[in-house]
């Protein structure tokens, strides 16, 4: 099995920073793309960022020039840095990743359990 586990949410002021994490553990061969979602009360799970294995990167029209997803492939691990944050920033963040595992050929999609992140004075 596989599992990611996010850290980093919290609450924090207009105009601040956070930094998520997510770390993809378990039987893994591979790990193919893998992204960051949010989820406010009562809308839509939406995609924020996402980024390839070889790091060409993609994000939401909301978030660009203010959130950067990285990721660190010899730690199984996808981080955003969220900057100048806004309160429609504020939603559960959960991320994904496109996983091989060990003696198959078939990639599945796995999430995290979610991260609050709460952006308000």
């Known amino acids: 099995q596989v599992q990611l586990v996010e850290s980093g949410g919290g609450l924090v002021q207009p105009g601040g920073s956070l930094r998520l994490s997510c770390a993809a553990s378990?039987?893994?061969?591979?790990?193919?793309?893998m992204g960051w979602y949010r989820q406010a009360p009562g809308k839509q799970r939406e995609l924020v960022a996402t980024?390839?294995?070889?790091?060409?990167?993609n994000y939401a029209d909301s978030v660009k020039g203010r959130f950067t997803i990285s990721r660190d492939n010899a730690k199984n691990t996808v981080f955003l840095q969220m900057n100048s944050l806004k309160p429609e920033d504020t939603a559960a963040y959960y991320c994904?990743?496109?996983?091989?595992?060990?003696?198959?050929?078939?990639?599945?999609?796995?999430w995290g359990q979610g991260t609050q992140v709460t952006v308000s004075s």
């Open positions: 994904s990743a496109d996983v091989q595992q060990l003696s198959t050929i078939v990639i599945h999609l796995y």
């Open positions: 378990g039987s893994i061969l591979r790990i193919y793309t």
């Open positions: 980024i390839t294995g070889a790091g060409s990167t």
